[in-house]
């Protein structure tokens, strides 16, 4: 399954012409909004198919967290297609050592990269071979960037923004 950004064009349409691959957007456009939002159903499906997955691939995104909440094998991957001479910041490089929650990703061993179509192939085939290796560095995941995995965060996250908006007034 190919699940496009929900925030962001993906050329779906050229997706659907690749063998064994099923492209689909679980989310509608908004006009005058940042773009296309998900209903409460379509973040249902993507649960599912986080739960489903044998392996999950993402290319800079918070998905990768999403994936080690369910245990599954994350691959990163670090090129740009077949494009040669990327610039560094339009590149996919640049999320692996410029956003700050993932290099704290990687830090934990979670997470595979993958630099080129031939390591992304031997990284799915070990993922699919061998689904628990890193299973103890995806808990670290969870523990530095989910923990506590208790259900209450908005009750934590109401607590903080109340307590900042107290010291404004």
């Given at each position: 399954v190919?699940?496009?950004?929900p925030?962001f064009?993906?050329p779906?349409?050229?997706?659907k012409?690749?063998?064994?691959?099923?492209?689909?957007?679980?989310?509608?456009?908004q006009?005058?909004?940042?773009?296309?939002?998900?209903?409460?159903?379509?973040?249902h499906?993507?649960?599912?198919?986080?739960?489903h997955?044998?392996?999950?691939?993402?290319?800079?995104?918070t998905f990768?967290?999403?994936?080690?909440?369910?245990?599954?094998?994350?691959?990163?991957?670090?090129f740009d297609?077949?494009?040669k001479n990327v610039?560094?910041?339009?590149?996919?490089?640049?999320?692996?050592d410029?956003?700050?929650?993932?290099?704290?990703?990687l830090e934990t061993g979670?997470?595979?990269?993958?630099?080129?179509?031939?390591q992304l192939?031997?990284?799915?085939n070990?993922a699919?071979?061998h689904?628990?290796?890193?299973k103890?560095?995806?808990?670290?995941?969870?523990?530095?960037?989910?923990?506590?995995f208790?259900g209450h965060?908005?009750?934590?996250?109401?607590?903080?923004?109340?307590?900042e908006?107290?010291?404004?007034l």
């Amino acid at each position: 399954v190919y699940r496009a950004h929900p925030k962001f064009q993906s050329p779906l349409e050229n997706m659907k012409r690749l063998h064994h691959v099923m492209p689909e957007r679980k989310a509608t456009y908004q006009e005058g909004l940042s773009g296309f939002e998900m209903e409460e159903a379509d973040e249902h499906h993507l649960i599912n198919s986080i739960y489903h997955a044998d392996l999950v691939m993402t290319a800079g995104s918070t998905f990768a967290i999403d994936a080690a909440v369910f245990d599954k094998p994350i691959i990163c991957i670090a090129f740009d297609g077949t494009a040669k001479n990327v610039p560094y910041w339009v590149s996919v490089k640049r999320f692996y050592d410029c956003y700050t929650h993932f290099e704290a990703l990687l830090e934990t061993g979670g997470v595979r990269l993958a630099s080129s179509p031939e390591q992304l192939a031997v990284e799915m085939n070990r993922a699919l071979d061998h689904p628990s290796l890193e299973k103890n560095e995806r808990k670290k995941i969870i523990e530095l960037l989910v923990a506590p995995f208790d259900g209450h965060a908005s009750e934590r996250l109401e607590h903080l923004l109340t307590q900042e908006v107290k010291k404004l007034l």
